[in-house]
């Protein structure tokens, strides 16, 4: 059972992460390890040269989404917030889909050819629009806001145009997993079971991070572009 309420930097970082272990997710894309001891989480952010505010804002909103009503969008650091949304990507399509495709490859039997086959198109098209969605912030949205922080604003670009185009990633991940819960005729379960399981945390993992570039990372940038002019 998750611990609601807002955390705060007096509280011990090993308590943030005892009672809310998701949030390892959120420490790595940060560039925190383990091995703090009971340090605050003030402590642990200055020792790892992190934005304390940025990171608290980011965990408490997706602690407790319900009861953020308004996330608290002037307390980020924008650079911190790009930072974080990079490492996300990187570990995205660097380690976690590429960690999905070879515990599908362990669990799927081959014999099932058509259905099999179906499984891997599924997934790699899933993952294919995956990085597309996430290339194009790397290579357009990324360097807008960078140069906009530096003072450099484009007048060919807004980060409505990102707006507009910010689609949700989730059709062909609810189809893949639709043939392996109704279709899949498996001999066995606990490999099949953890893979899908672990589609599942990576689904919504995914959603967390588009829940952040949403109500944190578009409205932060919309705020500077408003100052800039």
Do not use: W
């Not at 362990?106 to 629009?129: K, M, N, P, T, W």
Request: proline letters at 3%.
């Amino acid at each position: 059972m998750y611990k609601l309420g807002k955390y705060r930097g007096n509280d011990r970082m090993s308590d943030l992460v005892c009672e809310n272990y998701p949030v390892l997710q959120v420490m790595s894309r940060f560039g925190i390890g383990l091995g703090f001891g009971d340090k605050t989480i003030s402590e642990v952010c200055a020792d790892a040269g992190v934005d304390e505010s940025t990171f608290l804002v980011i965990v408490n909103l997706l602690l407790d989404r319900e009861r953020v009503a308004e996330p608290e969008v002037d307390k980020i650091s924008l650079p911190a917030l790009v930072d974080y949304l990079h490492n996300s990507h990187d570990y995205f399509l660097g380690f976690r889909l590429p960690a999905i495709r070879r515990e599908l490859i362990g669990s799927i039997d081959c014999a099932a050819q058509e259905v099999s086959l179906a499984i891997f198109r599924f997934f790699d098209e899933y993952v294919a629009e995956v990085r597309n969605h996430m290339q194009y912030e790397e290579r357009t949205v990324f360097p807008y806001v960078r140069s906009l922080i530096a003072g450099q604003p484009s007048g060919r670009y807004n980060i409505g145009i990102f707006l507009r185009r910010h689609d949700q990633v989730e059709a062909k991940m609810t189809e893949l997993k639709n043939i392996l819960i109704k279709y899949y005729p498996a001999t066995g379960s606990n490999e099949l079971n953890s893979t899908l399981f672990d589609i599942f945390t990576c689904e919504a993992d995914l959603a967390s991070h588009n829940y952040i570039e949403d109500h944190l990372f578009i409205p932060a940038v919309r705020g500077l572009e408003n100052r800039t002019k």
